[in-house]
């Protein structure tokens, strides 16, 4: 069925509202896979500064891996083999006292379902990980080296894992809710130009109705957010759950 333009001018600008609105709605539920395709999730055009810093970060970046590798070459040439530490209990304490707070931060975040849960989780599986590596590393040919190992086997390395496992999820479920929130959002705003456009005015009102906004400024509203008080996004900790439990969850709400 096509709707002729003498049939749009016939109706009321109400019903030309109305017509606008249920043809933007239904672009949005059944998107075209070309225009989902032009709504791909990048960073580089929610945020202007991104592009900016790109280049300067990979200079950096190489520049410090040039340096690293001529100073661990010069540290294996000059160090000595054994080393009277000072402050050796404050060091240890101290680093507890930080892994404490890394734990106690994190479940925090889970409790409360925040976006920086991600940061957290890498923080905290880091140094778990350093944790472990020193630990085993400084106990060598000490009667404390099985204590070490253990620990490091049995709690450190495995709670590590986990940590990395689910950031790893929620990472991978943030940009899946941000390509499909880029997608419903570029869609409802091509169907509403479009509608708008047959419509005879009715552009502005149709996109209202279905909230869309300019392509590329659907993330800018969340760019410059705080991760500690942004919400985890998609379904949040369900998607971070393995496939079975999360599917019950997803099912259960």
Same mark, same amino acid.
């Given at each position: 069925?096509?709707?002729e333009?003498?049939?749009?001018?016939?109706m009321?600008?109400?019903?030309?509202?109305?017509?606008?609105a249920?043809?933007?709605?239904?672009e949005?539920?059944?998107?075209?896979?070309?225009?989902?395709?032009q709504?791909?999730?990048?960073p580089?055009?929610?945020?202007?500064?991104?592009?900016?810093?790109r280049?300067?970060?990979?200079?950096?970046?190489? $520049?410090?891996?040039?340096?690293? *590798?001529?100073?661990?070459v010069?540290?294996?040439?000059?160090?000595?083999?054994?080393?009277? +530490?000072h402050?050796?209990r404050?060091?240890w304490?101290?680093?507890?006292?930080?892994?404490?707070a890394?734990?106690?931060?994190?479940?925090w975040a889970?409790?409360?379902?925040?976006?920086?849960?991600?940061?957290?989780l890498?923080?905290?599986?880091?140094?778990?990980?350093?944790?472990?590596?020193?630990?085993?590393?400084?106990?060598?040919?000490?009667?404390?080296?099985?204590?070490s190992?253990?620990?490091?086997?049995? *709690?450190?390395?495995?709670?590590a894992?986990?940590?990395f496992?689910?950031?790893?999820?929620?990472l991978?479920?943030t940009? $899946?809710?941000?390509?499909?929130?880029? $997608?419903?959002?570029?869609?409802?705003?091509?169907? +509403?130009?479009?509608?708008?456009?047959?419509a005879?005015?009715?552009?502005?009102?149709?996109?209202?109705?279905?909230?869309?906004?300019?392509?590329?400024e659907?993330?800018?509203?969340?760019?410059?957010q705080?991760l500690?008080?942004?919400?985890?996004?998609?379904?949040?900790l369900?998607?971070?759950?393995?496939r079975?439990r999360?599917?019950?969850?997803?099912?259960?709400?």
């Amino acid at each position: 069925m096509v709707i002729e333009k003498a049939e749009l001018r016939r109706m009321s600008q109400a019903e030309r509202r109305e017509l606008a609105a249920m043809l933007a709605e239904l672009e949005a539920s059944h998107p075209d896979q070309d225009q989902v395709g032009q709504y791909r999730a990048d960073p580089y055009r929610i945020d202007p500064v991104l592009r900016r810093e790109r280049r300067p970060a990979l200079l950096v970046s190489a $520049a410090c891996c040039v340096v690293l *590798a001529g100073w661990i070459v010069l540290l294996a040439a000059t160090l000595p083999h054994h080393f009277d +530490a000072h402050h050796w209990r404050a060091v240890w304490v101290n680093f507890d006292v930080f892994l404490l707070a890394a734990f106690a931060a994190t479940a925090w975040a889970i409790w409360r379902q925040r976006q920086v849960l991600i940061l957290l989780l890498m923080l905290t599986g880091t140094m778990l990980c350093c944790d472990a590596w020193f630990d085993v590393g400084t106990s060598l040919a000490t009667s404390g080296l099985w204590i070490s190992l253990l620990s490091a086997v049995f *709690a450190e390395l495995p709670l590590a894992f986990l940590a990395f496992a689910g950031a790893r999820r929620l990472l991978r479920a943030t940009v $899946a809710a941000s390509i499909l929130a880029g $997608a419903h959002v570029g869609a409802t705003a091509a169907g +509403a130009t479009a509608v708008g456009a047959a419509a005879a005015g009715a552009t502005a009102a149709g996109a209202t109705a279905a909230g869309a906004f300019p392509v590329g400024e659907w993330g800018r509203s969340c760019a410059g957010q705080s991760l500690r008080r942004a919400p985890l996004a998609g379904l949040g900790l369900d998607e971070a759950l393995p496939r079975r439990r999360g599917g019950q969850g997803r099912q259960a709400a």
